[in-house]
Nanobody, 132 residues
Framework: VQLQASGGGLVQAGGSLRLSCATS????????MGWFRQAPGKEREFVAT????????YYTDSVKGRFTISRDNAKNTAYLQMNSLKSDDTAVYYC??????????????????????????WGQGTLVTVSS
């Protein structure tokens, strides 16, 4: 299984970036996909997640209204569109995959925040730097 994150870079505050997560070696439509980020000196944190069908999404409060997670099951790829970027968004962004078998009770998380441990596979990360 491979997850390849790309699309990071240097952008000015207020700008936009689109991250991609290309996957291989798994049945993409059987996985929940998520984006997480880790800023220097901080723990990895949840950003957004999308259900296997793409019909359900969750976001951390700080990115709601600015970021949009999506997926294309035909291309085995997940995306994170990031608009109105702020310096606080500077981090390494990771994509991750969580098997559908963990969601027998439905696509829901306590407090709307999924545990990182739900995700079995992780990409290598792509650096996003937002200059103020």
């Amino acid at each position: 299984v491979q997850l390849q994150a790309s699309g990071g870079g240097l952008v000015q505050a207020g700008g936009s970036l689109r991250l991609s997560c290309a996957t291989s070696g798994l049945t993409f439509s059987n996985y929940v996909m998520g984006w997480f980020r880790q800023a220097p000196g901080k723990e990895r944190e949840f950003v957004a997640t999308i259900s296997w069908s793409g019909t359900g999404t969750y976001y951390t409060d700080s990115v709601k209204g600015r970021f949009t997670i999506s997926r294309d099951n035909a291309k085995n790829t997940a995306y994170l569109q990031m608009n109105s970027l702020k310096s606080d968004d500077t981090a390494v962004y990771y994509c991750a995959a969580s098997p559908i078998t963990r969601y027998s009770g439905g696509f829901r998380f306590p407090g709307g925040i999924p545990d990182l441990g739900l995700y079995d596979y992780w990409g290598q990360g792509t650096l996003v730097t937002v200059s103020s």
